[in-house]
C-alpha cells in the first residue's frame, strides 16, 4: 500500500470509530509488528513520550517549545514525518506547547485531548494549527481504550466531570499500557487527590512508572507508590526552580526499591520489550 493511501485508510479506520471512542488498529492493515519502543523524551522542564507500536505512533505531550523536534528526531527515521495520534494530557503550557512545532512539522492522523481548554495565549495557536491542517480531534475519558495489535492503551482518567474541575492539573489523562504482561502507567501531572481516586478503582501495579508532576512534593504518594510497585520509574524534568523532583519523591521512589531515570540526568529514555523481557538504554 503506498504511502498517501496508508494515511487516508488510517484516517478513516480513526474517523469511523470516533463516535465509540474507542480505537482499533488492525494489524494486518499496516504491517508486522516489531517490539514495543517506549520513548522519554528529553524536552526540559516538561513532558514528552513516544509510544512506538511498530506501524502506529503516538506522542504523549511535546514539552514547551521546539526542542521536541530534535528529540523526535533521534527516535524516529528521518524519512517518517507521519504521526498517528498526538495526545494532549491537559492544557499546561510545559505539555502542549511543543505541539505547535509538532504539528507544523508532521502530518497529524488525530489529536487527543481531555476536552479541557487551555488558559494560555499559546492554546489558541494550538487550537489553530490544528484546524488548519484538518486534523480530527476527539477527547477520552475514563473507560475508553486505544488498541492495535497486542498493545491497549487504558485510560483511567479524567472522567468527564475530572476533565473540567478547577485543578488543571488533575484533569490530566492518565493511561495504562498493556502489553502481553507488560504494564506502564502515565501518570501528566496528576497529585495526590487523583491518585487516592484511581487506587480505588484500579489495579495499578506496573513494571514501570511515568513519575507524575516531574517529581513534584504533591505527586506520587508513598500508598500510591506501593500499590504501583515499579520497577523502574521515569521522570521527566529539566531546570526549574520548583525543586523538582525532590528529594521527598525521590525518598517515596527509592523506599519502594524502583530504579530511577532522570531526563536532566540521563537524557532520552528508551525502553524497549520484545513480549518477554524488558531492555532499558539511556
Known amino acids: 500500500m503506498k504511502h498517501d493511501s496508508l494515511k487516508k485508510f488510517r484516517y478513516f479506520v480513526l474517523i469511523i470509530l470516533i463516535s465509540a471512542n474507542l480505537f482499533v488498529w488492525r494489524e494486518a492493515a499496516f504491517g508486522e509488528n516489531k517490539n514495543l519502543q517506549l520513548y522519554f523524551l528529553d524536552v526540559g522542564q516538561g513532558d514528552s513520550e513516544l509510544i512506538d507500536l511498530g506501524s502506529v505512533e ?12 530534535s528529540e523526535l528526531g533521534r527516535a524516529l527515521s528521518p524519512s517518517d514525518r507521519y504521526i498517528d495520534l498526538v495526545i494532549a494530557t491537559h492544557p499546561d503550557f510545559d505539555h502542549f506547547g511543543g505541539l505547535i512545532d509538532v504539528l507544523k512539522n ?24 490544528i484546524a488548519e491542517k484538518n486534523i480530527p480531534v476527539t477527547q477520552v475519558y475514563a473507560g475508553d481504550q486505544i488498541q492495535f495489535g497486542d498493545t491497549t492503551l487504558k485510560v483511567l482518567w479524567p472522567t468527564e466531570t475530572a476533565a473540567v474541575a478547577k485543578k488543571v492539573n488533575e484533569s490530566g489523562i492518565v493511561f495504562m499500557l498493556e502489553n502481553q ?31 507524575g508532576h516531574h517529581g513534584s512534593k504533591y505527586s506520587t504518594d508513598k500508598n500510591f507508590l506501593a500499590e504501583v510497585n515499579p520497577a523502574i520509574s521515569i521522570i521527566e524534568v529539566g531546570k526549574n526552580s520548583y525543586g523538582h523532583p525532590t528529594d521527598a ?12 531515570f532522570r531526563t536532566d540526568q540521563n537524557g532520552v529514555l528508551k525502553l524497549e520489550f520484545d513480549g518477554r523481557s524488558l531492555r532499558v538504554w539511556d
Open 106 to 129: 508532521y502530518e497529524v492522523g488525530m489529536v487527543i485531548t481531555n476536552g479541557r481548554s487551555g488558559v494560555a495565549e499559546a492554546y489558541s495557536d494550538f487550537e489553530r494549527v
Open 249 to 260: 519523591v525521590l525518598g517515596r521512589l527509592a523506599s519502594v526499591g524502583a530504579q530511577v
Open 58 to 69: 503516538i506522542l504523549v505531550d511535546g514539552g514547551k517549545d521546539a526542542k521536541v523536534l
Open 181 to 211: 504482561g507488560f504494564r506502564a502507567l502515565y501518570t501528566a501531572d496528576i497529585g495526590f487527590e487523583t491518585e487516592q481516586k484511581l487506587m480505588s478503582k484500579y489495579d495499578l501495579s506496573a513494571q514501570v512508572l511515568k513519575v
